[in-house]
């Protein structure tokens, strides 16, 4: 059984840093593909990064180059790391794990089997 909690949002202003984690419970965090995504106010939830039980990583283009997620097995925990925010990365933030995904499917909500609560982050201008 996997259970994810995520932790490490916040408010920040424009240009500041966050770093998100996402904690799995169970035993076989290792084997599952673990992405983020988000919701802001109004829309609906998109797709922000994932990374590949073998390490494969993928970013929304609205992310890339700012965003870096990264996973420690040892530790069960994912990471999204976040640099350079903008007030439009303003949204509830979601951690989710799927069993099977490669390539463009990492991107899509339906392929993903578990999702943690999601934390808050706000940024403001």
């Known amino acids: 059984q996997v259970q994810l909690v995520e932790s490490g949002g916040g408010v920040v202003q424009a240009g500041g840093s966050l770093r998100l984690s996402c904690a799995d419970s169970?035993?076989?965090?290792?084997?599952?593909?673990m992405g983020w995504f988000r919701q802001a106010p109004g829309k609906e939830r998109e797709f922000v990064a994932a990374?590949?039980?073998?390490?494969?990583?993928y970013y929304a283009d609205s992310v890339k180059g700012r965003f870096t997620i990264s996973r420690d097995n040892a530790e069960n925990t994912v990471y999204l790391h976040m640099n350079s925010l903008k007030p439009e990365d303003t949204a509830v933030y979601y951690c989710?794990?799927?069993?099977?995904?490669?390539?463009?499917?990492?991107?899509?909500?339906?392929?993903?089997?578990?999702w943690g609560q999601g934390t808050q982050v706000t940024v403001s201008s």
């Open positions: 989710a794990a799927a069993r099977v995904c490669s390539g463009y499917g990492c991107k899509l909500i339906r392929k993903y089997d578990y």
């Open positions: 169970g035993r076989t965090f290792s084997n599952y593909h």
């Open positions: 990374i590949t039980w073998t390490g494969g990583i």
